[in-house]
């Protein structure tokens, strides 16, 4: 589904990504980590096509990304890490917004749908400047989810939300991947790559350190939070 | 946190937002195009000086910095959402109140002492620099350079703290603020009669500069300003708003229009932003009418001009501001989730400004009625859709999605400045020769569309610095 080749992004004479390549197969719940900083949201919007790669290239789901970049963004649902929903609509008027430009049929049934299982059905009319964050949120992930896509690309999945959601969430996404579908998401939070991730990257610096499965990282008897932290601060010293 | 300390950091932040977009040297060489600009466009005073006393140029100079301070005033203090201003939310210290043990008051108040110290940098001592420098060419005194500073200074000053206060009102109550409105314009006329500078007290100064009309003008300065502060009403966003439904039916109505979604958003975001009346009356119908005042002065000196031409061409330009408006509270990163090219953004952006392009289309219609310019309101008419459209493209094509912020890098409003002037200069001209001329401005249809098609595609490839 998704396949990054010596990906690279500067930002003037900052290097955010520095050549890292990985795949995710279809089926797969992959999770990047990092420390902030690490390069994890300018990946995701590399593999999106919100930023173009300084040099390198990414395939998802079978589309050149710089080539057909809009392309790209049809096929998946995207939840950036800073919930952006515009203003002044409301939560309800913003995902019959997204319904509209993604030309989805049965609108109020889909609505309905994520009003429900991420309760907040009460905020529906709601403008979305005056949403909490936590609702924002919600709202960010039922805009994804919206098109039902094959492939969701998350920033920080649980970001603001409260644990009883959090919970909602994941049972979801493993759902969701149980079923078919294909999750990239990037996290801090470790718990959580533990908890529901088949497979992990590590970014520091730009740099992927490692990628592969989540249980051989954190290895025999070590918590994926110690061999994280060995890595981390072996690439730190070197 | 002291206010020397809240003022110093709200300077930085104004500098650091808009050098983080187009870099410092680009920022820093916006008020030395304004002088370079002030200086070759004084140069040229000599040639009109038979027909257009200096001190009646005065008078527009003036009015054009009292409008200038309208303006930023409208800009900046768009009644209770002033705390958004241009970068909706990313005003941080705007919204210190929250965090720090700063009250509201003191912040606006801040605000309004660093927006005027910030504009005073920007345009007005280098347009006094500008005149200074040109000075001794034209045959003045270059010592008339300080008294020009002060006096564009008190006049900007003075519409900046009268829009403040308007728009405070505004936030308050509309009756309150429609009330002073009738009581300042009363005012206003009755002294009218005396003549230019009582009216006008910088204009006073500048003839003799004294105590008298010094101490007026700071005394209009400083009432409205100290009464804005006080009255000063901050509506945070944790005011919950509900709505009904009002994007579907919006959405289908405009179905036939093509890029539906984009105008029924455009039309919410302008409605329920609250300084959604208070946009049209601060931001345009005012600055309009200074505009009108400022041409009736001047159509007693040049003969053959006429009056409603040059208004239409005016308002072509004032109304491009209207793209400022759809742009404000919008931003890609609402659409880079989404399947959507930045052109169908501003397609959809130039469909809602066609729509909104009939108040103007409805004020020119009123002024050639009241005017008695019925007999050139078609020239009038071509000159004010083709100024519009072409001000419109040129505005796109340099500035994408944020004209907010990019015209104030010194080479994009370079540009923006080498685009309109000549075109707008040209077409003014020739209408003094024969209003029909006006029908030639049709012309600017052409380059308007190349100019729209290449910043489709431009900002395509454009990706904000740093983010």
């Given at each position: 589904m998704i396949e990054a080749n010596d990906l690279t992004k500067e930002y003037g004479s900052v290097t955010a990504v520095n050549g890292v390549s990985f795949s995710v197969a279809e089926g797969e719940l992959f999770g990047l980590l990092g420390p902030n900083g690490s390069g994890k949201t300018t990946t995701i919007r590399m593999l999106t096509g919100q930023v173009r790669p300084t040099s390198g290239s990414a395939r998802v789901m079978g589309l050149d990304v710089a080539k057909d970049p809009v392309g790209v963004r049809r096929l998946v649902g995207i939840i950036p890490e800073q919930e952006t929903p515009p203003s002044f609509l409301t939560a309800e008027e913003y995902l019959h917004f997204v319904a509209g430009i993604r030309n989805l049929d049965s609108v109020d049934e889909r609505?309905?749908?994520?009003?429900?299982?991420?309760?907040?059905?009460?905020?529906?009319?709601?403008?979305?400047?005056?949403?909490s964050r936590g609702t924002r949120?919600?709202?960010?992930?039922?805009?994804?989810?919206?098109?039902?896509?094959?492939?969701?690309?998350?920033?920080?999945?649980?970001?603001?939300?409260?644990?009883?959601?959090?919970r909602t969430v994941k049972d979801f996404l493993q759902g969701y991947v149980r079923d078919g579908g294909t999750i990239f998401l990037s996290t801090h939070i470790l718990d959580i790559a533990e908890e529901i991730c088949d497979r992990v990257g590590v970014l520091h610096n730009g740099r992927l350190l490692y990628c592969g499965q989540t249980e051989e990282l954190a290895g025999s008897g070590c918590s994926l939070e110690d061999s994280f932290l060995d890595l981390v601060r072996g690439d730190a010293g070197a | 946190m002291p206010v020397p300390d809240l003022f110093f950091a709200m300077m930085k932040e104004e500098w650091r937002i808009h050098s983080t977009i187009f870099g410092s040297a680009g920022f820093a060489l916006f008020p030395v195009v304004v002088a370079i600009f002030a200086f070759a466009g004084l140069l040229t005073l000599p040639l009109f000086s038979d027909t257009l006393p200096y001190t009646t140029m005065a008078i527009l100079a003036l009015l054009l910095f009292l409008l200038a301070g309208v303006m930023v005033g409208s800009f900046g203090t768009m009644g209770r959402e002033f705390m958004n201003r241009r970068f909706g939310q990313a005003s941080l210290i705007a919204y210190a109140s929250r965090s720090l043990p700063v009250s509201e008051r003191r912040i606006f108040a801040t605000f309004l002492v660093k927006d005027t110290v910030y504009y005073i940098l920007l345009y007005v001592l280098p347009f006094a620099a500008g005149f200074t420098a040109a000075a001794p060419f034209i045959s003045l005194d270059p010592g008339l350079g300080l008294l020009a500073f002060i006096?564009?200074?008190?006049?900007?000053?003075?519409?900046?703290?009268?829009?403040?206060?308007?728009?405070t009102l505004y936030a308050r109550s509309v009756r309150l603020l429609a009330g002073t409105v009738v009581i300042l314009a009363i005012a206003g006329l009755s002294a009218l009669r005396l003549g230019a500078a009582p009216v006008l007290p910088p204009y006073a100064f500048l003839l003799d500069p004294s105590p008298g009309p010094l101490a007026l003008s700071l005394i209009l300065i400083l009432v409205p300003a100290a009464a804005s502060v006080l009255l000063v009403t901050v509506d945070y966003p944790d005011r919950t708003k509900r709505f009904t439904n009002r994007f579907d039916p919006l959405a289908e109505r405009l179905r036939s229009l093509g890029s539906a979604h984009f105008i029924a958003k455009d039309a919410l975001d302008l409605l329920r932003s609250e300084g959604g009346a208070g946009k049209v009356v601060f931001s345009f119908l005012l600055p309009l009418g200074l505009v009108w005042v400022c041409l009736r002065i001047l159509i007693r000196f040049i003969p053959g001009i006429d009056l409603l031409i040059v208004f239409a061409v005016l308002l072509g330009v004032l109304s491009a501001t209207i793209y400022n408006w759809l742009t404000e509270f919008d931003s890609f990163s609402v659409y880079a989730v989404l399947p959507v090219e930045v052109s169908e953004v501003i397609d959809g952006k130039l469909k809602s400004y066609a729509l909104l392009n009939l108040l103007p289309v409805t004020v020119l219609v009123l002024a050639a009625a009241t005017s008695g310019g019925a007999g050139t309101f078609l020239p009038a008419l071509a000159a004010f859709l083709s100024v519009s459209a072409y001000t419109l493209a040129v505005t796109v094509y340099l500035t994408g999605l944020y004209p907010n912020v990019m015209l104030y890098s010194a080479g994009v409003f370079l540009r923006y400045v080498l685009a309109t002037s000549p075109v707008l200069l040209l077409l003014i001209f020739a209408s003094i020769l024969d209003p029909r001329y006006a029908f030639a401005s049709l012309l600017l249809m052409l380059p308007a569309a190349l100019l729209l098609a290449r910043g489709r595609t431009r900002w395509r490839a454009w990706e904000m610095p740093g983010y």
């Amino acid at each position: 589904m998704i396949e990054a080749n010596d990906l690279t992004k500067e930002y003037g004479s900052v290097t955010a990504v520095n050549g890292v390549s990985f795949s995710v197969a279809e089926g797969e719940l992959f999770g990047l980590l990092g420390p902030n900083g690490s390069g994890k949201t300018t990946t995701i919007r590399m593999l999106t096509g919100q930023v173009r790669p300084t040099s390198g290239s990414a395939r998802v789901m079978g589309l050149d990304v710089a080539k057909d970049p809009v392309g790209v963004r049809r096929l998946v649902g995207i939840i950036p890490e800073q919930e952006t929903p515009p203003s002044f609509l409301t939560a309800e008027e913003y995902l019959h917004f997204v319904a509209g430009i993604r030309n989805l049929d049965s609108v109020d049934e889909r609505c309905d749908r994520w009003f429900d299982l991420l309760e907040f059905r009460d905020k529906r009319d709601v403008l979305c400047k005056d949403l909490s964050r936590g609702t924002r949120q919600k709202l960010m992930f039922a805009q994804a989810f919206l098109h039902e896509p094959r492939l969701a690309l998350i920033d920080e999945p649980l970001i603001n939300l409260d644990p009883i959601v959090q919970r909602t969430v994941k049972d979801f996404l493993q759902g969701y991947v149980r079923d078919g579908g294909t999750i990239f998401l990037s996290t801090h939070i470790l718990d959580i790559a533990e908890e529901i991730c088949d497979r992990v990257g590590v970014l520091h610096n730009g740099r992927l350190l490692y990628c592969g499965q989540t249980e051989e990282l954190a290895g025999s008897g070590c918590s994926l939070e110690d061999s994280f932290l060995d890595l981390v601060r072996g690439d730190a010293g070197a | 946190m002291p206010v020397p300390d809240l003022f110093f950091a709200m300077m930085k932040e104004e500098w650091r937002i808009h050098s983080t977009i187009f870099g410092s040297a680009g920022f820093a060489l916006f008020p030395v195009v304004v002088a370079i600009f002030a200086f070759a466009g004084l140069l040229t005073l000599p040639l009109f000086s038979d027909t257009l006393p200096y001190t009646t140029m005065a008078i527009l100079a003036l009015l054009l910095f009292l409008l200038a301070g309208v303006m930023v005033g409208s800009f900046g203090t768009m009644g209770r959402e002033f705390m958004n201003r241009r970068f909706g939310q990313a005003s941080l210290i705007a919204y210190a109140s929250r965090s720090l043990p700063v009250s509201e008051r003191r912040i606006f108040a801040t605000f309004l002492v660093k927006d005027t110290v910030y504009y005073i940098l920007l345009y007005v001592l280098p347009f006094a620099a500008g005149f200074t420098a040109a000075a001794p060419f034209i045959s003045l005194d270059p010592g008339l350079g300080l008294l020009a500073f002060i006096s564009l200074a008190l006049a900007f000053l003075m519409g900046l703290a009268a829009v403040c206060l308007l728009s405070t009102l505004y936030a308050r109550s509309v009756r309150l603020l429609a009330g002073t409105v009738v009581i300042l314009a009363i005012a206003g006329l009755s002294a009218l009669r005396l003549g230019a500078a009582p009216v006008l007290p910088p204009y006073a100064f500048l003839l003799d500069p004294s105590p008298g009309p010094l101490a007026l003008s700071l005394i209009l300065i400083l009432v409205p300003a100290a009464a804005s502060v006080l009255l000063v009403t901050v509506d945070y966003p944790d005011r919950t708003k509900r709505f009904t439904n009002r994007f579907d039916p919006l959405a289908e109505r405009l179905r036939s229009l093509g890029s539906a979604h984009f105008i029924a958003k455009d039309a919410l975001d302008l409605l329920r932003s609250e300084g959604g009346a208070g946009k049209v009356v601060f931001s345009f119908l005012l600055p309009l009418g200074l505009v009108w005042v400022c041409l009736r002065i001047l159509i007693r000196f040049i003969p053959g001009i006429d009056l409603l031409i040059v208004f239409a061409v005016l308002l072509g330009v004032l109304s491009a501001t209207i793209y400022n408006w759809l742009t404000e509270f919008d931003s890609f990163s609402v659409y880079a989730v989404l399947p959507v090219e930045v052109s169908e953004v501003i397609d959809g952006k130039l469909k809602s400004y066609a729509l909104l392009n009939l108040l103007p289309v409805t004020v020119l219609v009123l002024a050639a009625a009241t005017s008695g310019g019925a007999g050139t309101f078609l020239p009038a008419l071509a000159a004010f859709l083709s100024v519009s459209a072409y001000t419109l493209a040129v505005t796109v094509y340099l500035t994408g999605l944020y004209p907010n912020v990019m015209l104030y890098s010194a080479g994009v409003f370079l540009r923006y400045v080498l685009a309109t002037s000549p075109v707008l200069l040209l077409l003014i001209f020739a209408s003094i020769l024969d209003p029909r001329y006006a029908f030639a401005s049709l012309l600017l249809m052409l380059p308007a569309a190349l100019l729209l098609a290449r910043g489709r595609t431009r900002w395509r490839a454009w990706e904000m610095p740093g983010y």
